[in-house]
Nanobody, 121 residues
Framework: QVQLVESGGGLVQPGGSLRLACAGQ????????MGWHRQAPGKQRELVAS???????DYADFAKGRFTISRDNATNTVFLQMSNLEPKDTAVYFC???????????????WGQGTQVTVSS
């Protein structure tokens, strides 16, 4: 059973920063793409950033220059450092684990419960 536990969300003022963490159990983590997605009220869930097992990253346009995704395969943890936060960044942020195709014949993805990020004065 794949379990993902997110932490680090909370209330922050505009211009502030937060660091999210997602801890996964040992197993597929080192062979999986990891990602952060978010869902704002009334909006579709959208990709924030992703990172491959060897550290290649991809970012949504709104995240470029402000957010940084990283991973530590030794601790099975993926991070999202968010800086210069804006009210429009308010959303539930979800951690996603997607095993590489060779180890994922059913093409499954796994999700955490999400952590609330609220940017407000």
């Amino acid at each position: 059973q794949v379990q993902l536990v997110e932490s680090g969300g909370g209330l922050v003022q505009p211009g502030g920063s937060l660091r999210l963490a997602c801890a996964g159990q040992r197993g597929l983590f080192s062979y999986s793409d990891m990602g952060w997605h978010r869902q704002a009220p009334g909006k579709q869930r959208e990709l924030v950033a992703s990172i491959t097992p060897d550290g290649r990253t991809d970012y949504a346009d709104f995240a470029k220059g402000r957010f940084t995704i990283s991973r530590d395969n030794a601790t099975n943890t993926v991070f999202l450092q968010m800086s210069n936060l804006e009210p429009k960044d308010t959303a539930v942020y979800f951690c996603n684990l997607h095993p590489l195709p060779r180890l994922n014949p059913r093409r499954l993805s796994y999700w955490g419960q999400g952590t609330q990020v609220t940017v407000s004065s």
